[in-house]
């Protein structure tokens, strides 16, 4: 594409552009500028686990939080 057609429609270019067409920029025929789309984020491999092995166990998970006594429901 010549410099002076690029200076033109730049807008209109960089949207081609962003949906993954490259762009030659040639000034007297001769290439002066590539444009290329920016890479895509990484993104994890997959989102459900990946936070898996983060989180820590503080205390006893099995036994009651409180004794039966302190408890409401229980009282008769």
Do not use: N, Y
């Not at 491999?45 to 099995?62: C, E, Q």
Request: net charge positive; glycine share 6%.
């Amino acid at each position: 594409m010549p410099f002076a057609k690029f200076k033109v429609s730049c807008l209109a270019i960089l949207e081609r552009v962003r949906k993954w067409r490259l762009v030659l920029v040639t000034r007297f025929g001769e290439p002066v500028v590539q444009v290329i789309p920016p890479t895509p984020p990484k993104r994890p491999a997959r989102w459900l686990g990946s936070l898996a092995h983060t989180g820590r166990i503080r205390g006893d998970i099995v036994a009651p939080v409180s004794e039966e006594r302190d408890w409401s429901v229980f009282r008769f």
